[in-house]
């Protein structure tokens, strides 16, 4: 089915926003009081908690440090927020709450084992525990791993999981601790770490385990209460212990192991795998391989400049070099430089190391040789190189090529055997791809037209185009809810790929983000396409600003783009832009622009009847418009605005009736972010906008240098004070599954907004 649209990436992070209440009161030791008046009473822990308690060994004893019992020595947190009441570190506000806040520990850790008793009031309140983390600014950011606790009616459980603070976002999801959860009572919350392994549990139940490379090894710990209404969250007797043994819940180390997920083949290596000759049982690695029929060439250099010009995809390198007994007994790592782009390599036929994803050509190759793989004579490196566009290859400087036998450096820059394995072109028409996003390969035939005007089947993709106003219609979320109210059954999808300042001439993208110029732009980087039923095109505004004198320029442009869309799908909904109105920010004649802008969007209309397109007229439907301001700089709709523009969808393609029941609050307030009624609307749009944003993190939250060029090597995180945070394809496929899971999520809100109307 459908149209590739697209191959795109981006790294989420998802940020859960939650609501607060308070309900606790006590008697509070202030942060800045490093002495309570009276002796407080230790509470004893949790007396429903049987599971065995971590035992430390000789070097594991637990931190003394941490807490002292008594007051908030050797913590920092805001004294508004933050005290010491009967043993437990508390936070607390009676009002809302404005940025995230956190009292942090001045204890650093790296391997640890941590156990709290948490209580939270009101229990569907949020809060959490970081850790390996550290302070991003004095406005409430954290960076690092949070075990977050809570529940929120719209999200659901958070106790026990494992998220990213101002980074990554969800880590490890579920609902495991559900079931051991005491409401409104004390839980017991226990961290392991130990290196890049992770587990939490929840009063004895294992929650979490993930094994997470890219992620922080050392940082302190906080605790932490989210923004939001009033709440407080009480941390009582909270016990450090660093270097631990791995055993919790019950489990010991080879049983928590086991809890840990098998790692998913990469992507790329998936396809390569597949169709790639030399990697059929490895065949081309294993050392006994006959590589001396093969060319030659000399390495360092770009095989598709030299040898294989024009060829993008897999190329094998192969050498052979004679080890004395004592050069085979060394220490050694084997040094490739820089390779463009991914690649795995051998010795001896075991492998050594790799980067198999995007996004490390600029990524130096240092790989240590284990012990045992090195012989005396002959020993072969295969290198298995895949290039995804433009030069390839093993491409650093000579003087990055070599292998290190403790002092002793054997030079590797010279001739090296090659041959050449699958291209690209077999790799992109072999489909690999998350069910969620569909298949690769193009169907034989467009989808057809329209035949009796806009009608959804079931499980369809609509994909939305164009500038500023359709990319913010997916954050206020209006048009979706009402298309998923209207068609509650047809597990409709949108995916909105708009971008501010999109004009029908020019889509400014970095390298592999799609444009509808070039819609196969970047089909060779790993990341998943999408296939479009359905394209709401909606542009025409930014261009009417260069006035009626390129009016055909514009018109012979936006049937290129309905040309190109039509290869794919012939279901074009065609959106006229909505009109300018005031308070401008630019000083323009405002009657004479719309003027222009009229004849612009009388274009699209005329291309609507000569086509036999559904056309949605948002400029007749605006400037005839007497409710509340629509606009919120006289360029772009607000809140207000996109409700209109949401209701003017539905009435011109004929789905307002199933939807009349669901009414926009406060709609003359244009500041007000405009709730639904009834209530299970708002829960549906809520529901939409967290999709919505998981969406728009994994697609564009960077550009092609960071993520693959020349600056990957600077930090990425949001103020780039993280020199080692980087972002990389790998992590940004992750997103998939947190992105069914939210269109799960929206197909049973929808399904309940129908049942609640039909009461």
């Known amino acids: 089915m459908g149209l590739h649209i697209l191959k795109f990436g981006f790294s989420i992070a998802l940020v859960v926003l939650f609501s607060f209440a308070n309900c606790w009161s006590h008697e509070?030791?202030?942060?800045?009081?490093?002495?309570?008046?009276?002796?407080?009473?230790?509470?004893?822990?949790?007396?429903?908690?049987?599971?065995?308690?971590?035992?430390?060994?000789?070097?594991?004893?637990?931190?003394?440090?941490?807490?002292?019992?008594?007051?908030?020595?050797?913590?920092?947190?805001?004294?508004?927020?933050?005290?010491?009441?009967?043993?437990?570190?508390?936070?607390?506000?009676?009002?809302?709450?404005?940025?995230?806040?956190?009292?942090?520990?001045?204890?650093?850790?790296?391997?640890?084992y941590l156990a709290v008793d948490i209580k939270l009031t009101p229990e569907n309140r949020n809060a959490g525990i970081q850790f390996r983390s550290k302070p991003v600014d004095a406005h409430g950011h954290?960076?690092?791993?949070?075990?977050?606790?809570?529940?929120?009616?719209?999200?659901?459980?958070?106790?026990?999981?494992?998220?990213?603070?101002?980074?990554?976002?969800?880590?490890?999801?579920?609902?495991?601790?559900?079931?051991?959860?005491?409401?409104?009572?004390?839980?017991?919350?226990?961290?392991?770490?130990?290196?890049?392994?992770?587990?939490?549990?929840?009063?004895g139940e294992l929650c979490t385990a993930?094994?997470?490379?890219?992620?922080?090894?050392?940082?302190?710990?906080?605790?932490?209460?989210?923004?939001?209404?009033?709440?407080?969250?009480?941390?009582?007797?909270p016990t450090l212990t660093h270097n631990p043994k791995i055993e919790l819940a019950g489990l010991n180390e080879k049983e928590l192991v086991a809890k840990l997920p098998k790692k998913e083949l990469p992507y790329w290596s998936k396809l390569i795998m597949a169709i790639d000759p030399g990697s059929q049982g490895e065949a081309w690695a294993k050392p006994n391989f006959d590589h001396g029929k093969w060319k030659t060439m000399m390495v360092p250099g770009h095989f598709d400049t030299v040898e294989l010009p024009g060829f993008d995809g897999v190329v094998w390198f192969r050498k052979s070099i004679e080890l004395s007994v004592e050069q085979a007994k060394a220490a050694a790592t084997l040094h490739l430089g820089q390779i463009d782009d991914m690649d795995v390599t051998w010795?001896?036929?075991?492998?050594?190391?790799?980067?198999?994803?995007?996004?490390?050509?600029?990524?130096?190759?240092?790989?240590?040789?284990?012990?045992?793989?090195?012989?005396?004579?002959?020993?072969?490196?295969?290198?298995?190189?895949?290039?995804?566009?433009?030069?390839g290859g093993i491409a650093g400087k000579p003087e990055q090529v070599f292998l290190q036998l403790d002092e002793e450096r054997l030079s590797l820059a010279n001739l090296w055997h090659f041959a050449p394995g699958a291209n690209l072109a077999e790799l992109n028409n072999y489909s690999l791809v998350p069910t969620?996003?569909?298949?690769?390969?193009?169907?034989?035939?467009?989808?057809?037209?329209?035949?009796?005007?806009?009608?959804?089947?079931?499980?369809?993709t609509i994909v939305i185009v164009g500038g500023t106003n359709?990319?913010?219609?997916?954050?206020?979320?209006?048009?979706?809810?009402?298309?998923?109210?209207?068609?509650?059954?047809?597990?409709?999808?949108?995916?909105?790929?708009?971008w501010q300042a999109d004009t029908v001439y020019q889509q400014q993208r970095p390298r592999n983000f799609y444009a509808v110029t070039k819609p196969?732009?970047?089909?060779?980087?790993?990341?998943?396409?999408?296939?479009?039923?359905?394209?709401?095109?909606?542009?025409?505004?930014?261009?009417?600003?260069?006035g009626p004198e390129r009016l055909d320029e514009f018109t012979a442009a936006y049937k290129q783009h309905l040309d190109q869309f039509a290869k794919y799908t012939k279901r074009i909904v065609l959106v006229t832009p909505v009109p300018f109105r005031n308070p401008l920010q630019l000083e323009l004649d405002i009657d004479k622009r719309n003027a222009t802008l009229a004849r612009y969007a009388d274009e699209i209309r005329k291309l609507g009847r000569q086509r036999k397109l559904p056309v949605v007229d948002l400029f007749a439907?605006?400037?005839?418009?007497?409710?509340?301001?629509?606009?919120?700089?006289?360029?772009?709709?607000?809140?207000?605005?996109?409700?209109?523009?949401?209701?003017?969808?539905?009435?011109?393609?004929?789905?307002?009736?199933?939807?009349?029941?669901?009414?926009?609050?406060?709609?003359?307030?244009?500041k007000d972010s405009g709730s639904l009624a009834p209530e299970s609307a708002e829960m549906l749009r809520a529901a939409i906008g967290h999709k919505n944003d998981l969406w728009f993190r994994y697609w564009r939250p960077t550009n092609w240098a960071f993520l693959y060029g020349n600056r990957q090597q600077t930090a990425s995180s949001r103020d780039h004070t993280n020199p080692s945070h980087r972002w990389f394809p790998e992590e940004l496929q992750s997103a998939l599954p947190h992105l069914e899971e939210a269109e799960l999520r929206i197909q049973k809100a929808a399904a309940r907004a129908v049942a609640e109307k039909n009461k």
């Open 347 to 391: 010795v001896n036929g075991t492998r050594v190391g790799g980067y198999e994803n995007p996004g490390h050509h600029y990524t130096g190759r240092n790989y240590p040789v284990p012990a045992g793989v090195l012989k005396p004579g002959k020993n072969t490196i295969a290198v298995r190189v895949m290039d995804h566009g433009a030069p």
């Open 621 to 670: 439907a605006i400037q005839s418009s007497d409710g509340p301001d629509v606009s919120r700089n006289g360029l772009h709709l607000n809140s207000a605005g996109h409700w209109l523009a949401a209701r003017t969808f539905a009435s011109q393609l004929g789905f307002a009736k199933q939807v009349s029941s669901i009414k926009r609050n406060k709609e003359r307030d244009s």
């Open 210 to 237: 993930i094994e997470d490379v890219d992620g922080e090894l050392s940082g302190k710990i906080a605790f932490q209460i989210h923004a939001g209404e009033a709440q407080t969250v009480a941390c009582r007797n």
């Open 142 to 203: 954290a960076m690092g791993y949070q075990a977050d606790v809570g529940h929120d009616p719209v999200i659901g459980n958070v106790w026990g999981n494992l998220y990213h603070e101002h980074g990554r976002g969800k880590l490890d999801w579920n609902d495991r601790a559900v079931k051991v959860l005491k409401k409104d009572d004390w839980n017991r919350y226990e961290i392991l770490a130990v290196g890049h392994r992770i587990w939490t549990a929840v009063n």
């Open 470 to 498: 359709a990319l913010e219609s997916g954050r206020h979320g209006y048009l979706e809810t009402l298309l998923a109210a209207a068609h509650p059954q047809h597990k409709v999808r949108m995916r909105n790929l708009a």
């Open 28 to 112: 509070k030791t202030s942060v800045s009081n490093s002495q309570p008046e009276g002796q407080n009473k230790a509470a004893n822990s949790n007396p429903d908690y049987k599971t065995k308690p971590l035992q430390a060994a000789v070097d594991n004893a637990k931190d003394k440090n941490f807490f002292n019992g008594t007051d908030l020595s050797g913590w920092k947190g805001n004294d508004g927020y933050w005290s010491v009441n009967d043993n437990a570190i508390v936070g607390h506000s009676d009002n809302s709450i404005t940025d995230n806040e956190f009292i942090w520990s001045d204890v650093e850790v790296k391997d640890f």
């Open 520 to 546: 196969d732009y970047g089909e060779s980087d790993g990341r998943t396409q999408i296939e479009s039923d359905i394209v709401f095109f909606w542009m025409g505004q930014s261009e009417s600003l260069d």
């Open 436 to 460: 969620l996003l569909r298949p690769l390969v193009r169907r034989k035939d467009p989808v057809p037209a329209f035949t009796d005007g806009f009608t959804i089947d079931r499980d369809q």
